[in-house]
């Protein structure tokens, strides 16, 4: 395959970037969407040329490492998977792919394709997290019962891999998707209660300083998410949210 890349460019966070142009040949169908951007930095090296920098990681689908916008798309044109998992049967013979970081103000670039998506651990930290008890007189996890739909629904949205799609692809850049999944996987287990109040209180608080915007109620972070974390976490958590509001 014979294809023109139309990548964005950008030194530095406080250089301005550019889209440059470049040609590249040889790709096969069966090439990842990553190692098609190997082979283009094989070529830059080669010609003694600045390689394209992007994130990547386990090129799995499990670290949400691999945030690139393919053609106005988070993670491109396929559904379900991450950049690292699409492939270049995806796109035909003289193509021309434009690549681009994700684009939100809490999601600055840092260079080139990278974004510095710390933002998303900051929320994390300001409540994702459950109390275990370590008296010695704990109890075993597995000794507590729980509702298998709650455990189901806990688990959906714990697969959340925090790629940042959700933001991408919302028109306010919100991350309403990503804070509530994280919400919710506690909130619908008996572990979680314990900082249940504080927890979506203070995870909610975070992800507004950090300058992501409100939600949009379109749905675009659903579709666009890897993982297909659901709408219903938002509505979970906005409820978790009423309740620790009027205690």
């Known amino acids: 395959m014979k294809l023109t890349l ?127 008890n370590t008296s010695g007189n704990t109890q075993d996890a597995n000794a507590i019962p729980v509702n298998k739909h709650d455990a189901d629904k806990a688990f959906d949205a714990a697969t959340c891999i925090g790629c940042g799609a959700c933001v991408a692809a919302c028109k306010n850049a919100s991350a309403m998707l990503f804070t509530s999944a994280k919400v919710s996987q506690f909130a619908l287990l008996p572990q979680g209660q314990i900082e249940a109040t504080d927890r979506v209180l203070n995870m909610v608080r975070q992800m507004d300083e950090e300058g992501f915007g409100n939600c949009t109620n379109t749905g675009a972070c659903e579709v666009e998410c890897p993982k297909g974390i659901s709408l219903e976490n938002i509505a979970r958590m906005n409820r978790e949210y009423f309740k620790a509001s009027i205690k």
């Open 6 to 132: 139309k990548i964005w460019r950008q030194k530095n966070a406080k250089a301005k970037g550019q889209i440059v142009d470049y040609k590249i040949d040889g790709i096969e169908p069966d090439m990842s969407f990553l190692e098609m951007l190997d082979v283009l930095n094989e070529d830059l090296v080669a010609k003694g040329e600045e390689p394209v920098e992007f994130d990547h990681d386990c090129r799995e689908g499990i670290c949400g490492m691999c945030s690139l916008q393919i053609n106005g798309e988070p993670h491109g044109p396929d559904r379900g998977v991450t950049t690292c998992q699409l492939h270049m049967r995806k796109f035909k013979d003289g193509d021309t792919i434009y690549i681009e970081p994700f684009r939100a103000k809490a999601f600055p670039v840092i260079k080139d394709l990278i974004v510095d998506r710390s933002a998303f651990d900051r929320i994390q930290q300001a409540g994702g997290y459950i109390s275990v």
